[in-house]
């Protein structure tokens, strides 16, 4: 079993800046992509964005050119840090493992209980 947990969110003004962590724990034998969504109030919950064991990322377009996404193997942590913040940002973020081998003959789907941004003055 694996449990993501999120931290960072929070109030924070339009243009400024904020990173979300999002810590793996439990028992598995590996993850290998992670991303992170978001659900805006009346919205379907979105790609922000993803990244792979092997570093490789692609952002919604939305955030992308003012996000980055990176992830600390040895921590089992994956961040976003999200700068220029805007209105349009807040949203509930997600942090997702899509594909989590906990056996040979168990694999999971997981999500965190999410953490909530808001942007505003």
């Known amino acids: 079993q694996v449990q993501l947990v999120e931290s960072g969110g929070g109030l924070v003004q339009p243009g400024g800046s904020l990173r979300l962590s999002c810590v793996a724990s439990?028992?598995?034998?590996?993850?290998?992509?992670l991303g992170w969504y978001r659900q805006a109030p009346g919205k379907e919950r979105e790609l922000v964005a993803t990244?792979?064991?092997?570093?490789?990322?692609n952002y919604a377009d939305s955030v992308k050119g003012r996000s980055s996404i990176s992830r600390d193997n040895a921590r089992n942590t994956v961040y976003l840090q999200m700068n220029s913040l805007k209105a349009e940002d807040t949203a509930v973020y997600y942090c997702?493992?899509?594909?989590?081998?906990?056996?040979?003959?168990?694999?999971?789907?997981?999500w965190g209980q999410g953490t909530l941004v808001t942007v505003s003055s």
């Open positions: 997702h493992a899509p594909l989590v081998k906990v056996t040979t003959l168990q694999w999971l789907t997981v």
């Open positions: 439990g028992s598995f034998a590996s993850i290998n992509t």
């Open positions: 990244i792979t064991s092997g570093g490789s990322t």
